[in-house]
């Protein structure tokens, strides 16, 4: 690499605690923050995903929201061997698997912003998200009302 050539940003990696008896507030952004959540069957289809995983990995869903390019959830893991990043990683993983795979069929132009120069597509933004163990009443209740706002 040349000195005088900037060097590149480095990748922000999430630090994961894994605590039991603690909620986790989590957000995770799509590719390059594309809005690809504006269409309502994506939205739903991603809803849909969230149901699975807590069901298949047990735990508790105390709120939640999909917004334009990123989701957050506030979750209460039941099992320990289920780790939150295991759980995170395997629905995000199939959702993409499953979108991808219909926009292939479709020959979605979408597909252009979300391929990457090796060939592979990528549906959410690299290096975890935001992810933080919720520990006070207070905080549980600023996470709930962040995610759930009233008017």
């Not at 040349?2 to 605690?17: A, M, S, Y």
């Not at 979605?108 to 006070?136: H, M, V």
């Amino acid at each position: 690499m040349d000195p005088r050539e900037p060097t590149p940003p480095r990748r922000k990696r999430v630090r994961r605690l894994e605590h039991s008896h603690h909620l986790r507030f989590l957000t995770f952004s799509t590719h390059e923050q594309l809005p690809l959540f504006m269409n309502a069957r994506i939205r739903d289809h991603f809803a849909l995903h969230l149901d699975q995983a807590r069901k298949k990995f047990s735990f508790n869903l105390y709120a939640w929201v999909i917004m334009p390019e990123h989701v957050h959830i506030l979750i209460w893991p039941l099992i320990p061997e289920f780790p939150v990043s295991s759980v995170t990683r395997e629905m995000k993983r199939r959702f993409a698997r499953e979108v991808i795979a219909r926009w292939r069929t479709l020959h979605a132009p979408i597909l252009l912003r979300l391929t990457l120069p090796n060939g592979k597509s990528r549906s959410w933004l690299p290096g975890g998200g935001y992810d933080r163990n919720t520990f006070s009443p207070e905080e549980i209740k600023e996470k709930v009302t962040y995610t759930h706002p009233t008017k």
